[in-house]
Every structure is written in structure tokens, then in C-alpha cells.
């Protein structure tokens, strides 16, 4: 009897595996150069597997999302349609890293029964994956599945907080994969494998969550996705009462439309770090602009906080006030710089309609107008969410060009409807918007192209009031991390620079770690549609050669070359716009040779200006050399970068 029932158990476990196995289906797509190969298989929920040049590197992992009505999307999966497209196609971003990029990728989708579907993509840089739904009505969304299965344990950059609520403004931990114990992990995260480099993110990311990542224990190379819930109860706290924090949360992520696309979740593979800085997937993924953009003017911005208002040798007393910002406003003018902004104290923080006594705005504004600049204003984000309509009609009046945005620090999913509504609004009165204390770009920028910078960076202003300030590594982390995901505003331009040994932080004549070429440098390596002038008019005014190239350096580029790369040790990278090329290095800690090649450089002479480190630049990180020469594609040019030091070479074609 007992042979009987383990025969009859036997056979009918067979007859299960065998429907399993008639039941399961299995698709695949390849980039378009068939390096990466991703693979999706169809059992009890949906699995994705990718590898690059026949090498796994990530393992089948599943998909779902939960809704409050008990429905699982992916769970028990019946695919009703399958299909495939390829696409080549050709961005043209207002502004960019490039004036033209090649959208070229081909595409799954595969219909489910329960009306939603999974759209997979495979480009020569990366993977995506997102889900859509066709419901009649709204939908909450409770939960949603994401996995990482990696095939084994990777180095990793990982910008580590300690909850949701956060600036967004850490250092990037180097650790592996099961190092990461069980922590929360703002994206992207970067692993920093021999073969390749892998950086998780999201992109198209609206009226839902950003998403997190976290180690599961049980696994230690499986990353999962976590995401704040919707915020039901806040207060007023943080520094002078600036942020609004999340004190009670309701049980979903999302309460939103029934018809809908859901963010991509996006892994950006390339060969080495030189693919990592120099990528556009993000923004490739993205909503096409969602606005009228012929207005919208990128540009440089004098900026007065970082400074302190220090100005020297000006017969007034400087500080928050019109004799003080008509200084700022002339000194713009005299040197083609187009924006001027006034940071935190030109109003009142809590009412943006009721300037201080000793602003006046209306007068700066036509003050600046007969100059040819435009003025931006800082805000506090919970007091312009009250004011919004009303501040932004009378932002308009005024003249204002645009808004700074501040201490946002969440990216639940009023937060995330919080920076598409601002950007919405602005652009109907045609204003600028930069965001400070946000969450990382995921793309709204190409949607809404007046959304010129984000913060969401651990920038320079940290070497105001941080005892470890920046270190040149961590400048040379961010462009292979942070940067990966959009435009970056972090405040470069300090004309005072420390030495290693003898930097201190201070609120009042700040100095940078490293040596002045290399904040220069930061104009090149680090791109911002808007880009700061952090130091004071003064200290600018007294080196007019490196005035010169700050006034000429553009803000939004042609193409990008990175030259040499390794993360978190050096860079060289060059940008050209029109005929022009600008080269910027910058290093750690660690003085460097390069010897920078001038191959892709079109046929003809081209005069060089070259700025380096000066030659006791290991002493006195404010020594700096200018040398000018004549070049060709055929030059190779050598540069010594000293400790925490960088080079600028701009290349004017004869």
C-alpha cells in the first residue's frame, strides 16, 4: 500500500511540473548591438533576468504591484498579447550633455489578462521595465514587488539616509552588496564591478513614490525596493522650521488614475566608469516636454548666500539690501553672466509676498532689466505650497525670471506631485525652477525643460558648516552617481581653496577642499543648466583671466567625450559646443599625470588656453597657472594635477 501511494504521489507530482512547464512562457529582447540580452519568463508571477556579452548579472527576478481591492498585478500571470517593436529614433533636448541623442532600443510589451501590462526595454546602455494599467476607475496602489537578484556579490556606491525623510545630501558609501546589511539606500546605486558597471534607478516617475533600495536578509546579494507611504499627518520642524516632516503615514503608496504608466525601473549597464559618466537613460525614458520652450534661456547665476554677501572694498555696507544687490546685478551685466538670484532672507520665509524693508524688489528688477539681467527668488517650499498661485502671478508681475526652491527633503508622492505641480505653474508664467533639498532627477526635467537645475547633492555649501566638508573624492563620486540622473547644482566657484592639512570649515570667506583650477574644472565635469557663481563679485574681480572663462564657459552642450575615467580617483572630460571644446580634470587627493589626446578634435588648429595647478599649488591650493599654445588633433597635451587639483583646457578653433 505505502509503494502504491508513493508511485500515485510520484506521478502526480510529474503531472504538475509537466503543466507548469506546458504552462510556462518565456520571451526575450536584445539591445540593439546585442550585448545585453534580457530575458522574461511567465510561471506564477512575471520573472526578468539580464546579462551583457553572455554573462549573467542579474538572476530571474519578479514583479508585482498590490492594490487595496486584493488584486495582485503579476501574480498568477496570463499573458493575453505579446509584442515587439524596435525603435531608432533622435532627441533633441532643449539643453543637455548633447544637442541630439539616439534613442535606439527595442521593446516588449506583453498585454496580462486583469488589464495591465509590462513594457520591457533593452538598449546598448541599460534595461527597463514598467507597468501599465487600463482601469476604468482610480486605483491605490499598496505595495509594489521589485527585485534585484544579483548573480553574485558587487563592490557598490551607496548613498545610505537613515530614513524617508532626508536632504538627499550624503556622502556615497563604498561597501558590496552584502555589506549593505539591511539599510535604506537612496538611488541610484552604482555597483563597481572588473566587467562592468551597473547603476539602479527610476525614471518617469509621477504621482507615485521614489522608490528605495534595501538588502533582504535572508539573501545577501537581493536587493529589494521599499517606498515611502502616502503622508497622512505633518508638522513643521527642522532647521527654522523649514521642513514639513511626516509624522503619520496611511497604509499605500499611491491613491492615483486607473489608466496610467508606472515609473520605469531602470539599470543602466555599461562596459566601464567612462559609460557611467556620460549617459542619457534617463532622460531618454522620460515624458516628452509637456510645454512651449522657445523662452527658456539656460545660463549662469550670481549667487549671494554661499558668500555671506562679503563684498570688499564698496563704500556700503553689504548684506541683504538694494546697494548690495545692485553690486551683484552690475557686476552680471559686466560679465555676460544672465541671472542674479536672491537666496534666503529677501523676504520674509513664511510669507514670499512680503519682501523685508530693505528689498525692493519691483526696483531690482528693472535695475537688472536696463542691464540686460534677470533676477530669480529663493522660497521656503511648504510656504509657497499655500502661496503658489498667488506668489508665482505676483513673481510674474514683478518680472522675475524664476524660483529656488528649498527643503523639500521627501519624495512620498506629495512630494513627487509637489515638484510637477511647481513646474507646471512656473512654466505657465514662464519661470525657472531649481530645487533644492530634493530628491534625485528622474526625468520631470525633459517633461518640464523650464525645470532647470536640482539640488539633491551633498554640494559645496557643506564646506560652510560640516567639519568633513568635501573632499575631491566625493567631488569625483558624483559624476558617476548622482550625476547619472540629471542635472546637478552644486554651487562651484570658490575662490578660496584649502590645502588638505589646513582646511577649516567657516560660514564667512568659505574655502573649497583642493585647489582652485579645480573648482573651475567643476565647470566642464559637472553639468548644470544653471550654473552658480558661489564666491563673491570681489573675489572674481581681482583675476580677470579666470573671469574671462567664466563668463565664456557654457552652461549646455553640443556632445560629450569623457576622455579618461575612474570613479572616485579621477576624470578628464571634454564637451564642445559649436566648434568650441572645453576639457576639464580634476583628481583625489593623490597628484596625477595625464596626458590628454587631442584625437577627436576636428581637422584644423585650435588656440588653447590652458588652465593648471600651479607648481606650488601642493602648498597653496590657490596657485594656478595660465599657458596658451597652439594645438591639433595630432597633440597630445601632458597636465599635472596636484593634490585635490584639476586642469581647464579651452580649445578655440582658428
Known sequence: MKKLTHLLVLMFGLFIAGQNAYSQKSYEIQSPDKQIKLSVIITDKIYYQVGRNKQVILNYSPMSMALSTGQVLGLNPVVEKANERSVNEEIKPVWGITSKIADNY?????????HYSLVFRAYNDGVAYRFVTNFKNNITVTDEEVLYRFVKNEPVLAHIVEHFQTSFEK?????????LDTTLVSMPLVTNGPNYKVAITESDLY????MYLTRQSTIKQKLVGVFPKAAKKTELSGFALFNDKVIERHNYLAKTKGTRAFPWRVMIITEDDKGLANNNLVYQLARPAAIDTDWIQPGKVVWDWWNDWNLTGVDFEAGVNNKTYEYYIDFAANNNIPYVILDEGWSYQFDVLLPVNEIDVPHLVNYAKERGVKLMLWCVWHTLDRQLGTALDLFEKWGIAGIKVDFIDRDDQYAINYYERVAKAAAERKLLVDFHGCSKPTGLHRTYPNLINFEGVRGNEWNKFDPEGNPPGHGLDLIFTRMITGPMDYTPGAMNNSIKAEWLTKNTNTASQGTRVRELAMYVTYFSPLQMLCD???????????L??????????????????????KVVMARRKGNDWYIGAMTDWNEREVSVNLDFLANGQYDATLFLDGVNANKNAEDYQVKKQIVSN?????????????????????
Not at 527595442?106 to 486583469?114: P, R
Not at 504621482?207 to 521614489?210: C, E, K, M, T
Not at 563673491?536 to 583671466?545: F, S
Not at 572663462?549 to 580617483?569: M, R, Y
Open 548 to 569: 574671462d572663462f567664466l563668463s565664456d564657459v557654457p552652461v549646455s552642450w553640443d556632445e560629450t567625450v569623457v576622455l579618461e575615467a575612474e570613479i572616485g580617483k
Open 207 to 210: 504621482d507615485y513614490p521614489g
Open 634 to 654: 595630432a597633440t597630445q597635451l601632458p597636465v599635472t594635477m596636484k593634490q585635490g587639483g584639476g586642469a581647464v583646457i579651452v580649445l578655440k578653433k582658428k
Open 171 to 179: 556622502f556615497f558609501t563604498r561597501t558590496d552588496l552584502h555589506g
Open 106 to 114: 527595442n521593446e516588449l510589451k506583453l498585454k496580462m489578462k486583469g
Open 536 to 546: 563673491a563679485p570681489t573675489q572674481y574681480e581681482k583675476y580677470p583671466d579666470i
